[in-house]
């Protein structure tokens, strides 16, 4: 791929994450925080070739201690926010509670 | 200048787990979509992980294993055990390690380029590369330095009002300016092979300074803006390194992380009425409980109510309103609320929750809270839907917060929250103002007229303890 096709797929990707982001309602803000952050440990991708090539010891550490620390990210997100996603309930049936 | 062939299924691969990234945003767009949409994203990291596994050639998998085994087993012990309140420091804590992973993973590209296919034939790493790998490391490393600070601000490591250096403003944007001037003269630096130039390892270690400078004059309740920012600073990290490595997925995330986080930075500043610029240079609140507001000092009369007058008085109302605040977040005291609806509710008083979305420490905290509390969503209301409910409120019942209720935000232009979006909880038939004591004044450092209206009741306690006596007059 050519830089300008790179520089394309990156400015629709954030029309798309700009539109996308503005239809998250304001009650899942904290959620959301959460997820772009497990997300955007897809950094991992670059942590597993550095760690996975030869040539360079010192990268390849570099490159493991980066897939500890994404993998943190990756595993603590998305758990978080599954466990706060869980927690967001509708209103139980109306029935029991008196009214006026 | 493309010096590594794409096998097109590879390609693919990386973009359907884009694709599922959006869908995961897509999916937070209600409550009863969000956990499909969660699935969509640890869907597209399981591919994204498992595509560069097989295709790369792996030196050393069980290292690799155990790396992820180790990094993933903290993760999930931490996302288990973490408590709800904590939700702040624990972000900023994650924001941190995604930049500290996009600096070594930078740093790594620096000293085997070949690896990542960015190695030129004259045996100097490609000048574009150069500058994306530059970018990735500056920005990771602000967004590491700046986290840090973040979380110890939040976790109460550090204190919360802002540190003021002197000739702050100036050292920042020389120390910017300076970062963006080596990475152009590492871009076209005539010796840049594999780790060759010192010119990068300057530009990561001023980012790493800058990152601290930025955050430390940044006082506590700013901080749903810093996370936001930071949280936008780690999704460009991400697509800085995209870039580099020409990976679609890295890319796609990075541009829609960081979108996120710049859009909610947005929406938190538009509800503090105040610039994006403004909050980063820092200093807001550096007086609060010194001046205070300067013509408020004589004292003026208010009321102090107790747990009964405000159980009898809620038991009777049709319709209460209630605003929390980060003083419920600090008394944990969202469990006892939660009861007081119920019991309030077997009254059949009609309770409604109000969150300004600048309340608590970052984006929908005070949500998360209250859904912890097991409040139903559809009990709680953003600002705008619920501003013209306060006129048929019989009780508006605040509890932790301040500012956010302060008229002072719509008449008094000298004051320093003056435009801010505020409840009108002065249209309410009685107010119940939890608060510690008459001392402290909300974060802005401002007198708050609510505290000395006449039909305001002030609850001096600590906010759980209030309202789980009141609570027992409730079922008396």
Redesign the interface.
């Known amino acids: 791929?050519?830089?300008v096709s790179?520089l394309s797929?990156?400015?629709m990707?954030?029309f798309?994450?700009?539109y996308?982001?503005?239809?998250?309602?304001?009650?899942?803000?904290?959620?959301?925080?959460?997820?772009?952050?497990?997300?955007?440990?897809?950094?991992?991708?670059?942590?597993?070739?550095?760690?996975?090539?030869?040539?360079?010891p010192?990268?390849?550490w570099?490159?493991?201690?980066?897939?500890?620390?994404?993998?943190?990210?990756?595993?603590?997100?998305?758990?978080?926010?599954?466990?706060?996603?869980?927690?967001?309930?509708?209103?139980?049936k109306p029935a029991g509670?008196?009214?006026? | 200048m493309e010096t590594h062939a794409v096998n097109p299924w590879v390609a693919a691969a990386y973009l359907v787990a884009g694709v599922c990234f959006i869908l995961a945003l897509r999916g937070l767009s209600s409550p009863a979509t969000s956990r499909a949409g969660n699935r969509y994203g640890m869907f597209g990291m399981a591919i994204a992980l498992v595509t560069t596994l097989i295709t790369h050639e792996i030196a050393s998998l069980p290292e690799i294993i155990g790396a992820i085994a180790i990094g993933g087993g903290i993760g999930f012990v931490i996302a288990r055990r973490i408590q709800m309140t904590a939700m702040p420091q624990l972000v900023a804590a994650f924001h941190s390690l995604v930049g500290l992973a996009a600096v070594l993973v930078a740093v790594a590209a620096f000293l085997n380029p070949d690896a990542f296919g960015i190695l030129g034939a004259d045996g100097n790493i490609l000048n574009v590369s150069r500058v994306e790998m530059a970018l990735g490391a500056a920005i990771g490393a602000i967004t590491f330095s700046g986290s840090v600070i973040a979380f110890a601000k939040l976790n109460g490591n550090m204190s919360g009002s802002p540190i003021l250096l002197p000739a702050r403003h100036v050292i920042n944007l020389g120390t910017l300016v300076l970062i963006i001037a080596l990475t152009a003269m590492f871009a076209v630096a005539a010796h840049a092979g594999p780790g060759e130039s010192p010119l990068f390892w300057v530009v990561v270690a001023l980012s790493f300074a800058i990152g601290f400078l930025l955050i430390i004059p940044i006082g506590g309740a700013d901080m749903p803006v810093v996370v936001s920012m930071l949280n936008s600073y780690s999704g460009w990290a991400a697509a800085a390194m995209g870039f580099t490595l020409h990976n679609t997925a890295m890319i796609i995330t990075g541009a829609l992380v960081g979108s996120s986080g710049a859009i909610l930075s947005y929406i938190m500043c538009k509800a503090m009425n105040r610039s994006f610029l403004s909050v980063i240079a820092g200093g807001f609140g550096a007086d609060a409980g010194g001046g205070g507001g300067g013509e408020a000092k004589e004292q003026r009369p208010w009321k102090r109510g107790s747990a009964e007058d405000a159980a009898f008085l809620m038991k009777e109302a049709e319709n209460v309103i209630i605003i929390p605040g980060y003083g419920m977040a600090v008394a944990q005291a969202q469990h006892a609320l939660r009861e007081m609806t119920d019991l309030l509710k077997e009254h059949g008083v009609n309770v409604k929750f109000a969150i300004h979305p600048v309340a608590g420490r970052m984006p929908g905290h005070m949500n998360v809270l209250l859904a912890e509390a097991s409040v139903p969503y559809d009990e709680v209301f953003e600002l705008e839907d619920i501003q013209s409910e306060f006129a048929q409120a019989d009780v508006a019942f605040i509890i932790g917060a301040n500012d956010v209720v302060n008229p002072a935000a719509k008449t008094d232009k000298s004051s320093p929250i003056y435009g801010m979006p505020v409840f009108d909880v002065d249209k309410a038939k009685t107010i119940f103002f939890i608060k510690r004591s008459m001392g402290g004044q909300g974060y802005a450092g401002v007198d708050n007229d609510v505290f000395y209206m006449d039909q305001t009741m002030m609850l001096l306690s600590d906010a759980k303890k209030m309202v789980e006596e009141i609570n027992k007059s409730l079922t008396d």
């Not at chain 1, 978080?80 to 967001?88: D, F, I, S």
């Open positions: 791929m050519d830089f790179i797929i990156f400015v990707a954030c798309v994450g700009y996308v982001v503005w239809s998250v309602t304001p009650a899942l803000h904290t959620p959301l925080m959460a997820v772009t952050n497990a997300i955007s440990s897809v950094i991992v991708v670059g942590a597993l070739i550095a760690s996975a090539a030869a040539g360079s010192l990268a390849k570099l490159g493991l201690g980066a897939v500890v620390l994404a993998s943190v990210n990756i595993f603590g997100g998305f758990a978080v926010t599954e466990r706060m996603l869980a927690m967001y309930k509708k209103k139980d509670k008196g009214g006026k």
